[in-house]
């Protein structure tokens, strides 16, 4: 008497050994192709967030008369402050002084 799993009715029992280890090759690659994938949504996650990010900053303007934040993506030479209409020219780097 041999109880618990090994009922005559198990398929393990036809090939045990056969069965275990594609059961556990299965696992581990469940397992591996799991953390491939959480790893990946993770790095394109935050690849795409650094991307906005830097896109973001990228397009940032501060109006040099108010101080005012925002975002200018139409390569004008002289964005003009939406909050006081002056007229920002974009800087290469900035003045000596
Ligand atoms: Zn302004």
Known sequence: MTGGMGGSWSP???FPLMF????QELSVGVVGVALVFVCGAVWISRWSNGNAERRGVRF???????RHV????????YPVCPSCGADNRRRRRPRPW
Do not use: A, G, K, N
């Open 70 to 77: 925002w975002e200018d993506r139409s390569r004008e030479r």
């Open 12 to 14: 393990f029992v036809f």
């Open 20 to 23: 275990e280890l594609t059961f």
């Open 60 to 66: 940032r303007l501060v109006c040099r008369l108010c």
